[in-house]
């Protein structure tokens, strides 16, 4: 069991940069592969980035690529989206998420949504032109 808490949204113009934060309490950091989603209004999860139990493998969807880069400090309990340039489209509720599947400790984070089994509450970044 693992609990998830997100924080470091906010209201940024497009071009800034956010840092967010997710902080794990519970069983060991290090056995979960981690990863980021958000949800605009009106639309599913989005897959944003993700990490592999190990830390040595990340994986992004196209839309943020070269502009977010996703970390974790096992010794914190805690995984990073760093966020650069942003736009108004990164606009959404953004969501950390952590998998216990013994799949993921080399080999990329799953991008669905549905191979994770724990959720934070999310966090709002809203991005104005």
């Known amino acids: 069991q693992v609990q998830l808490v997100e924080s470091g949204g906010g209201l940024v113009q497009a071009g800034g940069s956010l840092r967010l934060s997710c902080a794990a309490s519970?069983?060991?950091?290090?056995?979960?592969?981690m990863a980021w989603f958000r949800q605009a209004p009106g639309k599913d999860h989005e897959f944003v980035a993700g990490i592999s139990r190990s830390g040595g493998s990340t994986n992004y969807a196209d839309s943020v690529k070269a502009r977010f880069t996703i970390s974790k400090d096992n010794a914190k309990n805690t995984v990073y989206l760093q966020m650069n340039s942003l736009k108004p489209e990164d606009t959404a509720v953004y969501y950390c998420?952590?998998?216990?599947?013994?799949?993921?400790?080399?080999?990329?984070?799953?991008?669905?949504?549905?191979?994770?089994?724990?959720w934070g509450q999310g966090t709002q970044v809203t991005v104005s032109s």
């Open positions: 998420a952590a998998t216990s599947s013994g799949l993921y400790f080399w080999s990329e984070a799953p991008s669905s949504r549905i191979k994770y089994n724990y």
């Open positions: 519970g069983r060991t950091f290090d056995s979960y592969a």
